[in-house]
């Protein structure tokens, strides 16, 4: 026990604490996953921060505190994001033959995405700092908060806005897709990848390799598209 204290007093206050207990968290929670069959109820990313949170709370540990090592998991965000190129360069000639349709898909999935959330906080009469950050709720986070920095919301509601609807999306989209008879694995990944971003993909391409294809297809196209738009509405909007 006392080495089990000692342990606990070294990890909590040096930046292996946040490394440690996320890498250990997310280990537990991927082996729950894959024992339940992969239930989409039983989400990693979900679990993980559940856990996480009741931790940091429990012990009363500044977020700062624990986003200094966790900060390490973070920064593999990238190479995880560019390595969903790597299942549509195996499909490239079946997009070339789409290359049309999946643009005015992916435009008009974002228009609908960003337009229904902007519409329905508009219609409850939130705060326009909160409707703002709304908007960009299924970009992946880190281009989320670029967006709501440029139109006048809060990146760190964004952010929450942005990992909330991926968690839905990914936890729902079975039962969705299955309730509206949707059979095409391209379309389940696209649709996902467009409404839940990163965290839909991740879930696609754990389903289906041709759904995780297309989920990180749209997952780049809804991060160029509404960088490059959403400015430009908001600021006709006023």
């Known amino acids: 026990m006392a080495d089990f204290v000692q342990l606990w007093v070294f990890l909590s206050a040096t930046p292996l604490f946040g490394l440690t207990a996320t890498l ?23 679990w993980s921060v559940v856990v996480l949170g009741c931790v940091l709370a429990g012990t009363h ?11 390490f998991v973070h920064v593999l965000l990238g190479p995880a994001v560019v390595a969903l190129a790597w ?11 789409r290359g049309v349709a999946l643009p005015l898909a992916a435009l008009a999935g974002g228009t609908a995405a960003a337009g229904s959330a902007v519409a329905i906080a508009w219609a409850l009469g939130m705060p326009g700092d909160v409707v703002r950050s709304l908007a960009p709720k299924s970009v992946t986070a880190a281009v989320a908060m670029g967006i709501a920095e440029r139109i006048g919301g809060v990146p760190a509601l964004s952010a929450v806005f ?3 609807t991926g968690l839905v999306g990914a936890l729902s989209g079975k039962y969705l897709f299955n309730l509206l008879k949707v059979d095409s ?6 649709a996902l990848g467009t409404a839940a971003h990163g965290i839909g ?16 297809i749209a997952l780049g196209m809804q991060a160029v598209l509404s ?11 006023g």
Do not use: C, I, K
Request: no cysteine; net charge positive.
């Open 24 to 46: 250990l968290t997310y280990a537990a929670a991927q082996a729950a996953y894959d024992r339940f069959g992969r239930a989409p109820w039983a989400n990693p990313v979900l």
């Open 61 to 71: 540990t500044p977020y700062p505190s624990y986003f200094a090592g966790a900060q």
């Open 87 to 97: 299942p549509l360069w195996l499909r490239r000639a079946e997009l070339r033959r």
């Open 162 to 164: 942005a990992v909330l």
């Open 185 to 190: 694995w391209a379309v389940r990944g696209f």
């Open 201 to 216: 993909a991740a879930r696609a391409l754990q389903v289906h390799p041709d759904a995780g294809a297309y989920a990180g």
């Open 227 to 237: 960088s490059l738009l959403m400015p430009l509405v908001f600021r006709w909007w």
